[in-house]
């Protein structure tokens, strides 16, 4: 019997249960034994980068999609064949952003296939906006028009006019928030022709510095309430709006005896051109060595992949599907989350796909949260000179290494 590995980071022990069920079901089906090896995130790629180097380990692994460019450049993944893409609907299955990092920029060869979704929203309640004098028709999209709205929500009388709460550890998801304000204000990361970081820009200082000043904006008293609970203050009417993600927004709205009318509550991206990332599915080119095994792995992939499949682990775990037709099914005309998600879906943006790009994200993550510790203790310090002094070095920094 062919015995196959699959390396995921699961975000809670019900991923693992149904993950289980899956690829228990595809064993029985085709006669492979499949084991689950799980990480978690805060060692993942550390164990990821073993695996690169060392050219053993997992057949199959679930990694953050971003960071398939830079396993790329090792040398260590797996090309799917373009029969194999065709049998998963190709590029035009998935949402356009989570595709756009299966690949390097400028190469046609897919390393990956997205699994999931992800992204950011802003959960609001329609009554408290008309209380703060808050048109929503006009609240959100720019990033000018969402720091009106934060600010006028800031001057009303309002218990917790707004909320958006720390990231926490292991996590380090202040970049994928703060990239929906630097393309919002028309800056980049890297330049067009991916060989420069770019982020010390005037345009990406002010998409940074303006996302800083959400965080700012929140009541100290309030800064340090996380999601769960600020999702339930939102519930009880006490929270105007709240920054949240988008599986804590499904998790939100999967609730029974909501104690609102959902026609009450709103959601919008946050801004007009937000950040969608999510989860992919790499082959490790170690597999290729027996036809078999590396068969059985593409197999699986194209087995977890598929429109049932991706609705039962998304129905079931509250995790936004990459496959189109999934998520037509899920966020149906009606739904809170769907005007958000379908903007995100085939308008989102992704970062550039180049081979050092995992390395620049996380220096960047890791300095967001210093610029945000750094203004909480210093409030008299001007926020974009803080972002200033810190993203410039930085980018200087990086670029030795980025354009060498």
Known sequence: MIELELSTIPDSDLDLQVLTRLVNEFGEANHVRVRI?????????????TIASHGRGPDISHIGGSWTSSLIMMNALRPFLASELEHLGGASAFMRPTWLSTSLVGSDKCYAIPWTGYIYVICYRRDMFRQAGIDEASAFGSIDALAATIRKLSQSNLEIPWLNPPIVAPYN???????SWVWGSGGQFIDDSGTKLVFDSDAAIRGVTAWLETHLAVQPKHAEIDTIAGLELF?????????TDIRNADSFFARENLPFA???MGVATLTEVPWCGGGSFVIWNHTRGEPEHEKAAVALVQFLNNKENQLLWANVVKSMPARLDALEEIYQPGHPLREAVMLAAHDGMSYMSVPLWRRVEHQLAMALGGILDEARRNPDKEPVQIVRDTLEPLARRLNLAFSG
């Open 173 to 179: 998801d202040y970049l994928h928030m703060a990239a």
């Open 262 to 264: 959902l026609d009450e």
């Open 235 to 243: 519930a009880q009417g006490k929270a105007a709006a709240i920054l």
């Open 37 to 49: 090896s799980p990480m978690t995130w805060a060692n993942a790629w550390t164990d990821l980068l």
